[in-house]
C-alpha cells in the first residue's frame, strides 16, 4: 500500500515556506524524497534512514519519525525554481533500496 | 541529462506491433528498475534488477517482458498492449542498499 502525501497540492508566493508529509501504514526502514518538473526525470532530493533522523539541502530539509512513521519536507523562502511535483517514496524493513513504494504526489507552485 | 538515458523519448504503437523501450546508465549502479507513471496516479513499479537478476515482478501482465543483459542496459518488450497501458515509463537505477535512485526522462508510450 502506497504512503499517503499531504497536501495534495499548494500554492505559495516566492519566500513563503511549506510543509509536505508522508505517512505510512507500515513501518518504515527509509525515506526517500524526490521532486520532478514537468516533462522531466524525478530527481533525487534525500534519503532518511534513521528514525527521528532530520537532513537538510540549502533550504530544503527532512525529517523521519519512526515511531509514527511519517516523513516531513520542510521548504523554507521558497524559490521559484521550487516548483515541481515532490514524491515520498518508502521502504520497509528488513531493509534495502530495492522495493520503494511512492505515494500519490503534492504538487507545489510557487509564484512571484 | 541525469546519467540515465531513456530512448525513444515518445513512442506510438497500435496494440498488434512489437516493440522495446531502452535504458542505459554508465553511473556503476547495480540494481535497476522499470517504473509507469499515469496521470493522478503514484509511480507503479513494475520490475526491479538487483545484480542483473530479476527480483521483483508486481503482477505486471505478461504483454511487458524486461530484458537485463548486463548491468548497464535494461530493457522492456512491449507486445499486444492496451490503450490502458498507455503511460510515461521510468527507468531508474540505484546503488544496493540504501542509494537515492537516479532517475531517466521517460518514454512517453501512446497506445492506439
Known amino acids: 500500500q502506497q504512503p499517503v502525501q499531504s497536501p495534495q497540492a499548494v500554492i505559495l508566493r516566492e519566500g513563503e515556506d511549506a510543509v509536505i508529509n508522508c505517512s505510512s501504514s507500515k513501518a518504515l526502514y527509509s525515506v526517500h524524497w524526490y521532486r520532478q518538473k514537468h516533462g522531466e526525470a524525478p530527481v533525487f532530493l534525500m534519503i532518511?534512514?534513521?528514525?527521528?533522523e532530520q537532513k537538510g539541502h540549502e533550504k530544503i530539509s527532512a525529517s523521519f519519525n519512526e515511531k509514527k512513521q511519517q516523513s516531513s519536507l520542510y521548504l523554507t523562502a521558497s524559490q521559484l525554481s521550487y516548483s515541481g511535483t515532490y514524491f515520498c517514496g518508502t521502504a520497509n524493513p528488513p531493509g534495502g533500496n530495492e522495493k520503494l513504494t511512492f505515494g500519490t504526489g503534492t504538487r507545489l507552485t510557487i509564484i512571484p | 541529462e541525469t546519467g540515465v538515458t531513456q530512448t525513444p523519448r515518445h513512442l506510438v504503437m497500435g496494440m498488434t506491433n512489437k516493440k522495446s523501450l531502452k535504458c542505459e546508465q554508465h553511473?556503476?549502479?547495480?540494481?535497476m528498475y522499470w517504473y509507469k507513471q499515469s496521470a493522478k496516479k503514484p509511480l507503479e513499479l513494475m520490475f526491479v534488477y538487483s545484480l542483473e537478476e530479476r527480483v521483483e515482478n508486481n503482477s505486471v501482465p505478461s504483454r511487458f517482458s524486461p530484458e537485463c543483459p548486463n548491468s548497464s542496459h535494461l530493457f522492456l518488450h512491449l507486445h499486444t498492449l492496451q490503450p490502458e497501458d498507455s503511460a510515461l515509463y521510468l527507468c531508474?537505477?540505484?546503488?544496493?542498499?540504501?542509494?537515492?535512485?537516479?532517475f531517466g526522462s521517460g518514454t512517453r508510450l501512446t497506445v492506439v
Open positions: 553511473l556503476g549502479h547495480n540494481a
Open positions: 531508474a537505477s540505484s546503488l544496493l542498499g540504501s542509494g537515492g535512485y537516479t
Open positions: 532518511l534512514l534513521k528514525g527521528g
